[in-house]
């Protein structure tokens, strides 16, 4: 289970690195003023996975950002939502698949391991199969659910 806001760290990483591209006074707390140039910067990033922005899905228009030309029609900022939305699924279908097989293709088999108590609190007592012992010495400890490999399930645990 994860247990980290990486997402969240990678966004403020992002905003720290464009205050200080801007010239941002951390130091005398006038950072403040820059945020909503930001803020519309992240807001109409082209999403790598959906390749659109995500004004576009949503809304289905483009936001108009502080440096372009007032439009004088609104046609041309309306968008095809159901293409957009067609086309994003497909992109995000595709990149999953990607990203699923660069997984698979790193994982690793997990080592094998009986339980043999169940203890209060997720947390199970363990040990070595037979067979799947990686020393002399037979593994036996304390683990909770967490650590261990859900997607790996022995259907018929008397064999043990």
């Known amino acids: 289970m994860p247990r980290s806001n990486g997402q969240v760290e ?11 591209s801007m010239g941002a006074d951390i130091d005398n707390n006038k950072w403040d003023q820059h945020t909503t140039n930001i ?35 609104h046609e041309e900022n309306v968008i095809d939502v159901t293409a957009l939305r067609e086309k994003v699924d497909e992109n995000i279908k595709r990149d999953a698949e990607r990203q699923k097989n660069s997984f698979d293709s790193k994982r690793k088999e997990a080592p094998g ?5 169940v203890l209060g609190k997720d947390r199970y007592k363990i040990s070595d199969m037979r067979g799947s012992e990686r020393s002399s010495k037979v593994y036996n400890g304390t683990t909770c659910a967490e650590n261990m490999k859900s997607w790996i399930r022995i259907e018929n645990h008397s064999e043990m």
């Open 113 to 117: 391991y009986n339980v043999t108590e």
């Open 10 to 20: 990678r966004y403020n990483r992002t905003i720290l690195e464009a205050l200080r």
């Open 39 to 73: 803020q519309q910067g992240i807001n109409s990033t082209i999403n790598k996975t959906s390749a659109a922005i995500p004004s576009e899905v949503f809304f289905g228009y483009r936001i108009r950002m502080n440096s372009d030309k007032i439009a004088d029609e």
